[in-house]
């Protein structure tokens, strides 16, 4: 049961235009989500989170939006420049675990 | 401040072997959480631990355990080896446990491979 999604398993942006990607979640408990970027032969690096009771939280070029009633959340990342390439998850938490979505790999191409 | 350290990095086991996986916190973390990361699958929880005892599971069998020493850092121990537990097995810390918004800092892994 897969209780977060990422139903993109892909995305690729030119340099300069935002970027902008979605994942959804069946459980209305969750306390809080979480976006972390990998790269490959890296672990998982913290990017940016929202509170369950905000619907938007920004962190220079990364925002993220949290949409309750849809049970969707999305990470906007303006710029977007070719080091932002990796792997993107989204994950929510409930009683301290994580559950990761299987994750959205971004291509920004020059 | 150094990073969250697993070791070691590579493994190649056989199927019916066990396996012990190292994890060394961020200085002052004391809550260690453990994942798995496949192809198929995503990371998926396997259990956290904070003051030596294990505080949360995920849903994974018997043969996978853990433990916590009290400088934090834990082991994670697979036993009976089977193909189907290759992956990446990622390490996490953060200060505390029950603290929802406090993120994790994750390890960069170690990869296990069975043949």
């Known amino acids: 049961d897969q209780q977060v999604k990422q139903n993109s398993p892909s995305l690729s942006v030119q340099e300069g235009r935002i970027s902008i990607l979605n994942c959804d979640y069946t459980n209305s408990m969750f306390d809080y989500f979480l976006w972390y970027k990998k790269y490959p032969a890296e672990g998982p690096t913290f990017l940016i989170s929202?509170?369950?009771?905000?619907d938007k939280n920004e962190d220079g070029r990364f925002t993220v939006f949290l949409n309750k009633s849809a049970k969707h959340l999305s990470l906007h990342i303006v710029p977007s420049q070719p080091g932002d390439s990796a792997v993107y998850f989204c994950a929510a938490i409930r009683h301290d675990k994580l559950i990761f979505g299987t994750g959205t790999r971004l291509q920004v191409f020059p | 401040k150094a990073g969250v350290t697993q070791t070691p990095r590579y493994l190649i086991k056989t199927r019916g072997q066990q396996v012990t996986l190292s994890c060394s916190p961020i200085s002052g973390h004391r809550s260690v959480s453990w994942y798995q990361q496949t192809p198929g699958q995503g990371l998926q929880f396997l259990f956290e631990?904070?003051?030596?005892?294990?505080?949360n599971k995920g849903n994974f069998p018997g043969r996978f355990s853990g433990r916590q020493f009290s400088n934090s850092r834990s082991e994670m121990n697979v036993s009976t080896l089977e193909l189907g537990d290759s992956a990446l097995y990622l390490c996490?810390?953060?200060?505390?446990?029950?603290?929802?918004?406090?993120?994790?800092?994750f390890g960069d892994g170690t990869r296990l491979s069975i043949l």
């Open positions: 631990y904070f003051s030596e005892t294990q505080r």
């Open positions: 996490a810390s953060k200060p505390t446990s029950g603290y929802s918004n406090q993120p994790q800092h």
């Open positions: 929202i509170s369950s009771i905000k």
